[in-house]
């Protein structure tokens, strides 16, 4: 059985959470209640939405996603989902170009720091950032 840490508790995935009535289980009154918030946290919606303020893809990781670096502390309130201080919801996409012309965009539109989140949006593929099936952050429902 392997344990997740989730806001620090041990939760158990054999608890089969989702076949117990959440009214009953997750109320803070009930008898159950130190038992679900141990295996269920999830499940009795106590778990964190992890969620960024900003669009932090436009800054460079490996500056602002630095454990008690200098930017830890607005990157933890800001850009818990792009540093990965929690888990983001992610989703499976192909390897390939929204855009047909990457071709045909200047020489430094890879390697260029200013076209970084367009480059991923728009022509991951022609600038080598993937390769067959990859998992990504669903920004669409993790900045805001």
């Known amino acids: 059985m392997t344990d997740i840490l989730v806001l620090g508790l041990d939760y ?3 608890a ?3 076949l117990y009535n959440a009214a009953a289980l997750c ?4 008898v159950y209640f130190g038992w679900a918030l141990s295996r269920c946290p999830d499940h009795c919606g106590l778990c964190p939405v992890c ?5 932090c893809r436009v800054y460079n990781a490996s500056k602002i ?4 670096g200098k930017y830890f502390e607005w990157s933890k309130q800001n850009c818990p989902a792009y540093c990965a201080y ?3 919801p992610t989703r499976i996409i192909p390897c390939s170009d929204k855009l047909t012309n990457c071709v045909e965009y200047p020489p430094d539109l890879c390697t260029n720091n200013y ?11 022609f600038c080598g950032l993937c390769s067959g ?4 952050i669903d920004y669409s429902s993790v900045v805001g």
Do not use: F, H, I, M
């Open 27 to 30: 109320d803070p009154n009930g």
């Open 133 to 136: 099936l990859d998992r990504v």
């Open 51 to 55: 969620k960024d303020t900003v669009d």
């Open 12 to 14: 158990d995935p054999s």
């Open 86 to 88: 929690c888990q983001a």
């Open 65 to 68: 996603c630095v454990p008690n």
């Open 115 to 125: 076209y970084r989140v367009w480059v991923a949006d728009n022509c991951r593929k």
């Open 16 to 18: 089969q959470c989702e």
